[in-house]
């Protein structure tokens, strides 16, 4: 996959463009044919299909059928496309409504609809957001996703820690279930096990690796392969949830103790 990253255009045009301040129609010229929105559905659409090593401007153009100088009347270039295509997938992400449930299931829910997002659209596991694309609907999804943390007293960096830290899961585990679905396109676990066995019996030699031959066998008998994606989301965010769970006990506990 290739690494690609939000917030590496021009910072006022993307924001201008994020938050619909930008000008609406070229000084010059005929008049546009295609909106911004079209725009971003059909990069989105050409994303999903191919990956974004395959998004460039001209094949964008070429899917619009357009020519490809036509786009930058839209938008000045990829990387603030790029920011464009993540808000419209923010504001377009389901919001489950979890008031009064408890912590753990608000965190779930939030969890779920991340790896949802990737699953569906699994070009954007591999775009960095250190420097997020700040608009509308990256803002609602934020807003939502804090909202999971309302009574567990927290301190408001210790809430955005705690989000961070259940996003980067999510998508480290997205990353990890979309490569072992484009290995799986060349042949399934068993067929690759197959292959390799009669090699790894020649040359592995269990007396030496004593751990890693029975931990090995033990797992790949019980998850039917090298990688199992969906135990390893289930179990690395109950793990992750135990470990907030400890912070969120310590913030009640401070929260509840007397001054001094």
């Not at 899917?63 to 603030?80: D, I």
Request: hydrophobic share 40%.
């Amino acid at each position: 996959m290739t690494e690609e990253r939000s917030g590496a255009g021009d910072p006022a045009r993307t924001l201008a463009l994020l938050w619909g301040k930008a000008a609406t129609a070229p000084r010059r010229g005929p008049t546009r044919q295609l909106t911004l929105a079209t725009v971003l559905d059909t990069a989105m659409a050409l994303a999903d299909r191919s990956g974004l090593t395959a998004l460039t401007m001209r094949e964008l153009a070429r899917e619009l059928g357009v020519v490809p100088m036509t786009l930058y009347t839209y938008v000045p270039g990829k990387a603030e496309l790029l920011d464009l295509m993540l808000d419209t997938l923010y504001q377009r992400m389901p919001r489950t409504d979890t008031t009064g449930a408890p912590w753990r299931a608000r965190l779930t829910a939030v969890a779920g609809e991340n790896r949802e997002l990737f699953t569906t659209h699994p070009w954007a596991v591999g775009v960095s957001t250190s420097r997020p694309p700040l608009g509308p609907g990256l803002m609602a999804k934020y807003e939502h996703e804090l909202s999971a943390f309302d009574g567990l007293a927290l301190s408001d960096v210790e809430r955005d820690d705690c989000l961070t830290y259940l996003l980067s899961f999510v998508q480290a585990n997205a990353r990890q279930a979309h490569q072992h679905s484009l290995a799986a396109r060349e042949g399934t676990d068993e067929q690759w096990w197959t292959r390799i066995a009669p090699l790894l019996a020649e040359v592995l030699d269990p007396h030496r690796y004593p751990l890693a031959s029975r931990v090995g066998t033990a797992a790949g008998e019980a998850h039917g392969g090298t990688l199992d994606p969906e135990h390893a989301y289930h179990f690395g965010l109950a793990r992750v949830l135990d470990g907030l769970a400890v912070l969120i006990a310590t913030a009640a506990t401070r929260a509840t103790a007397p001054d001094g």
